[in-house]
T-cell receptor, first 112, second 116 residues
């Protein structure tokens, strides 16, 4: 049973446009969410996070939106750049000593 | 010094070999993790160590044996592996607050393992 779902395995966006990556979760105990970016043959890199007490967190070109009632979060990248091409993982955390739960990832391709 | 380091970065081994992967974190964290990432598959959590105690073993075959001698070091001992074990093995660490939460996990660069 997947508690964190990224239903789009891939996404292609033109350079300069907005990239929107989506993530859904089922466990209502999750209250902290993270996005990681991964290049091939490298470890995931932490990108941005959001606590459930907020509905938006922004860091430069990256913004994460959280809709708790829909159990949905999204990562917006604007403007998208070719260097953003990578796999993006959504992860969730609940109170307690349990590891992060990761989604399967979405491969973003930004086309010049 | 980078946060989480892994050695070796690449490893090729035969099915009868014994080798070890090493992970070291310089972030003052108290939890460490091993993940496996196979081609076109999601991250698979293998082992978790909190405060040097193994708290999770996700049905990993016994040919993989973890060791956590202290909160900064984590090893994955490999023996009699199969070709399907070829994958990217990732180490991560985090701060865990007892009865609270697991904080952001930071990953190492991974070891690309090829089993012939």
């Amino acid at each position: 049973d997947q508690q964190v779902k990224q239903n789009s395995p891939s996404l292609s966006v033109q350079e300069g446009r907005i990239s929107i990556l989506n993530c859904d979760y089922t466990n209502s105990m999750f209250d902290y969410f993270l996005w990681y970016k991964k290049y091939p043959a490298e470890g995931p890199t932490f990108l941005i996070s959001i606590s459930s007490i907020k509905d938006k967190n922004e860091d430069g070109r990256f913004t994460v939106f959280l809709n708790k009632s829909a159990k949905h979060l999204s990562l917006h990248i604007v403007p998208s750049q070719p260097g953003d091409s990578a796999v993006y993982f959504c992860a969730a955390s609940a109170v307690g000593n349990t590891p992060l739960v990761f989604g399967k990832g979405t491969r973003l391709s930004v086309i010049a | 010094e980078t946060g989480v380091t892994q050695t070796p970065r690449h490893l090729v081994m035969g099915m009868t070999n014994k080798k070890s992967l090493k992970c070291e974190q310089h972030l003052g964290h108290n939890a460490m993790y091993w993940y496996k990432q196979s081609a076109k598959k999601p991250l698979e959590l293998m082992f978790v160590y909190n405060f040097k105690e193994q708290t999770e073993n996700n049905s990993v075959p016994s040919r993989f044996s973890p060791e956590c001698p202290n909160s900064s070091h984590l090893f994955l001992h490999l023996h009699t592996l199969q070709p399907e074990d070829s994958a990217l093995y990732l180490c991560a660490s985090s701060r865990v607050w007892e009865y609270e939460r697991t904080d952001t996990q930071y990953f190492g660069p991974g070891t690309r393992l090829t089993v012939l």
